[in-house]
């Protein structure tokens, strides 16, 4: 029996990384060695300036782009066709209404609408988008937007969800309102999420483990994990604990890129 | 509702106005120097005469307007097809485009000698002549558009798996539309110019002819105001298939499109 356990924790990460590398077809390396485990329901942020190739990682683990050297290894059977990506940009067909955007994975799938209805339907609502079905990307604002665009991802029910700083371009209060909902959505559905960021304050808030990464080459300098209960709210933003962790993972970055 | 109206008629208005002006002193200057007729026609001849021969024109407009609709919508499917081929395949693209741009570039009146020479029947010949000088634009534009889909998107067709008729369907040619609409505008009139230029090459001939022999057979006898009146149905022609295909392009772009948007004040 503990043998077995061992055997589990040995193989029991969702995805893992084995010495991955990267190099552009200019010439340019952008990540080199990365080494990385994921646990199933993990949250694991990658934090680190502009071009440190984070979110080109996201892209190799999506499978979008293949690794240079190195390789991707999934837990037990395929998991690609499990993975949800949410881009920087919230990415939705302008020509479709938020419910046909949603239905988009599904459609791909072969899936008739009618036998779907119901989890489309789950998924708007999961998202607090109730009621705005039939209304096009063009009428939503910026933060609904990326509302919809998490949906889409989510709709598959994926074992693993990507997501490329997706809350880069929102205002703060709408950033934060995300934040709290994707945590929501999280614990609701017991996903994995690998977050790409660069924003500490973002990263400490969300994840249960901070991959630090540092640029040219794209590395990983160190992981820090990040203790503070769940569930996470308004509350915890203006504790002294988050202060002190982010503090902390500031400081860390800092040394990192130096 | 109302506010619409008076807003259109805001806008309309101007335009009409200046037109009303210029065709006053059209008038003016025709009447008081005498100008004879088969110099210069009044607008008043021009509408008399546009009244009296208003039903042969109209026969001649429909054989005209036959051969624009059915080039524009040779176009419209050629165009097309041959467009999504050319994004399927980037080898067909560079085999075939140089020789699309040929067929562009070449005068129409240059050529349609030889292919009212090659096509017997003068509706066929008149049509492959409309249809050479309509279909580039549709071609160009639409290409363009299948290619210009957003990366991101492809990237998530590509995550989920999709085939590639899946990513032609649903994000290429939805992508390719205001494109596809663009080009059709401006062979809606290019059509209607091939037309004209071919029927202008083939001369009067045959029992059923277009504006265009009108035009010529008017200018041969001198009957000036006959030339104008066909002058202006070719005009409102030309006006009308614009307005209808920028109609069908904002209804079809409604939504989602930019263009199609209304302004925000």
Redesign the interface.
């Known amino acids: 029996m503990a043998c077995q356990i061992a055997a589990e924790q040995r193989t029991g990460a969702l995805l893992s990384l084995e010495r991955v590398g990267k190099v552009f077809r200019n010439g340019t390396v952008a990540l080199r060695e990365i080494d990385l485990a994921v646990a199933p329901g993990a949250f694991v942020s990658l934090l680190g300036p502009s071009g440190c190739g984070k979110s080109t990682l996201l892209r190799i683990v999506a499978g979008l782009t293949p690794p240079s050297s190195g390789r991707v290894a999934w837990d037990g059977e395929g998991i690609a066709g499990s993975i949800g990506f949410v881009f920087q940009e919230p990415t939705l067909m302008p020509w479709a209404t938020v419910w046909d955007n949603v239905y988009l994975p599904l459609r791909l799938a072969g899936k008739p609408r009618s036998a779907v209805r119901e989890n489309v339907e789950g998924m708007i609502a999961a998202v607090g988008l109730s009621g705005f079905e039939r209304v096009y990307p063009r009428e939503l604002s910026g933060g609904m937007r990326m509302r919809v665009s998490i949906a889409r991802a989510l709709v598959t029910e994926p074992r693993l969800l990507l997501l490329d700083e997706p809350f880069a371009a929102l205002d703060e209060i709408t950033r934060f309102r995300l934040n709290e909902d994707l945590l929501q959505l999280w614990r609701d559905r017991r996903c994995t999420i690998l977050f790409v960021t660069h924003s500490v304050f973002e990263s400490v808030f969300l994840s249960n483990r901070i991959v630090i990464m540092t640029p040219r080459p794209g590395r990983i300098a160190e992981e820090v994990a990040i203790d503070l209960p769940y569930p996470r709210d308004e509350a915890l933003r203006t504790s002294q604990a988050y202060a002190e962790q982010c503090r902390d993972v500031s400081l860390r970055l800092a040394r990192s890129s130096r | 509702m109302i506010s619409r109206w008076s807003d259109a008629f805001g806008r309309m208005a101007a335009p009409i106005g200046v037109g009303i002006l210029m065709l006053a002193a059209w008038q003016g200057v025709v009447t008081l120097n005498h100008i004879p007729p088969y110099i210069l026609p009044g607008p008043a001849l021009v509408a008399k005469t546009l009244w009296l021969d208003g039903p042969s024109l109209l026969r001649s407009l429909w054989v005209t307007l036959r051969i624009t609709l059915a080039a524009l919508a040779a176009a419209v499917l050629l165009g097309g097809v041959l467009a999504i081929v050319f994004a399927q395949s980037r080898l067909l693209e560079r085999c075939l485009f140089p020789y699309a741009v040929i067929l562009q570039v070449t005068p129409i009146v240059a050529i349609a000698p030889l292919i009212i020479i090659w096509v017997n029947d003068t509706f066929l010949s008149l049509l492959v002549c409309a249809w050479i000088v309509a279909f580039f634009p549709i071609v160009a534009n639409t290409t363009l558009g299948l290619n210009s889909a ?1 990366r ?2 492809a ?8 085939s590639s008729w ?1 990513v032609l369907r ?2 290429r040619m ?1 992508s390719a ?1 205001p494109y596809f609409l663009t080009g059709v505008r401006i062979s809606g009139g290019l059509a209607l110019i091939g037309a004209v230029v071919a029927e202008f090459v083939a001369g009067t001939g045959g029992a059923e002819t277009g504006l265009a022999s009108r035009i010529l057979e008017a200018g041969y006898r001198l009957q000036i105001p006959r030339l104008f009146a066909a002058l202006l149905l070719l005009s409102l022609t030309g006006i009308m298939i614009f307005a209808v295909l920028s109609w069908v392009s904002r209804r079809l772009l409604a ?3 930019e263009s199609a ?1 209304p302004t925000e004040d």
């Open positions: 957003d991101n998107l990237a998530l067709f590509r995550l989920y798996g999709a899946q649903l994000l939805p539309l939504h989602w499109h948007l």
